[in-house]
């Protein structure tokens, strides 16, 4: 079966630092488009980054810079590392896998809480 | 950036109905968009891609159609666990985008 399960939200101070993981079974990370989106308190769905099978990232503007996303093959997870945190990247970060190469998500995890608080 | 709007914003239909969501593009991203529906306090869920395309397990009442800039989510008979939010997302281009939802209740 097909699953991830993210891990490693909290509470953290604006300019902390704070690092996300995905861990995966049922297939390989390293073989799929992965991908993390966040979701504000009551608010809609925004894409934070992406990492190719190849190795290609891409960011969000408003993360560019501060996150980091990347892959631990050994354990299989995806990750996300995220510095200069701030209030406005409260929210829950979910872990996705896309279909193919096609940046369609089709496989979700279940989220992980991030709140950035003085 | 390639901007997703999705009308209405709410929705409240019965069991039963015919239901039509509605994804515009402020440009041309031919079939690639997907839709997703997400309940309170649960994770999306990946419903269709390439704008037509059921995932796996996908009940056939839901359907997409559409290219270019305009998009359609059909529901062929509202079921009362249809209530929910539902996303539309661009695929052609980064940023990926997702319009804002419509949120659908049931009568």
């Known amino acids: 079966e097909v699953r991830l399960v993210e891990s490693g939200g909290g509470l953290v101070q604006p300019g902390g630092s704070l690092r996300l993981s995905c861990e995966a079974s049922?297939?390989?990370?390293?073989?799929?488009?992965m991908s993390w989106v966040r979701q504000a308190p009551g608010k809609g769905l925004e894409w934070v980054s992406i990492?190719?099978?190849?190795?290609?990232?891409k960011y969000a503007d408003s993360v560019k810079g501060r996150f980091t996303i990347s892959r631990d093959n050994s354990k299989n997870t995806l990750d996300l590392q995220m510095n200069s945190l701030r209030v406005e990247d409260t929210g829950v970060y979910y872990c996705?896998?896309?279909?193919?190469?096609?940046?369609?998500?089709?496989?979700w995890g279940q989220g992980t809480l991030v709140t950035v608080s003085p | 950036d390639i901007q997703m709007t999705q009308s209405p914003s709410s929705l409240s239909a019965s069991v039963g109905d015919r239901v039509t969501l509605t994804c515009r593009a402020s440009q041309g991203i031919g079939s690639r968009l997907a839709w997703y529906q997400q309940k309170p306090e649960s994770a999306p869920k990946s419903l269709i891609y390439?704008?037509?395309t059921l995932h796996s397990g996908v009940p056939s009442r839901f359907s997409g159609s559409g290219s270019g800039t305009d998009f359609t989510l059909t529901i062929s008979s509202l079921q009362p666990e249809d209530f929910g939010t539902y996303y539309c997302q661009q695929s052609i281009s980064y940023p990926i985008t997702f319009g804002q939802g419509t949120r659908l209740e049931i009568k």
């Open positions: 996705a896998r896309d279909v193919d190469n096609t940046n369609f998500k089709e496989v």
């Open positions: 390439d704008a037509s």
């Open positions: 049922g297939f390989t990370v390293s073989s799929k488009y």
């Open positions: 990492i190719w099978a190849g190795g290609i990232t």
